[in-house]
């Protein structure tokens, strides 16, 4: 008798949705950082209210998207690339514009 081979087959995993938008969100704190470094640049460090209120809506992207970041690794037979990279892009994004509006702030 011929013996049974055991088959395998494993689902492709999709990428977590919770996770692709914390890697989004990371992309786009990341680019209003450049564009408010160029702004401030270019008006001589004399950007005003506008670029405070640019740096604000930038830290707020990058906590909800911590946060988004860590609860997408809740999420079961999913592969967590991008989970992994929303959650340290923007844990690291979010220590480096709290130093630089703590810096701003003394």
Do not use: P
Not at 12 to 31: D, E, P, R, Y
Not at 34 to 54: D, P, Q, V
Not at 76 to 91: E, H, S, T
């Amino acid at each position: 008798m011929a013996k049974k081979k055991n088959k395998y087959s494993f689902a492709k995993k999709q990428h977590s949705g919770q996770g692709i938008v914390s890697t989004i969100f990371a992309g786009i704190s990341l680019g209003i950082f450049c564009i408010s470094a160029l702004c401030a640049l270019i008006f001589h460090g004399k950007g005003g209210m506008y670029l405070g209120a640019f740096g604000l809506i930038a830290i707020a992207l990058s906590i909800y998207g911590f946060i988004i970041g860590l609860k997408s690794f809740s999420e079961k037979n999913r592969d967590q690339l991008f989970c992994k990279i929303g959650a340290v892009g923007n844990g690291v994004q979010m220590v480096l514009w709290l130093a630089l509006f703590l810096i701003g702030i003394s």
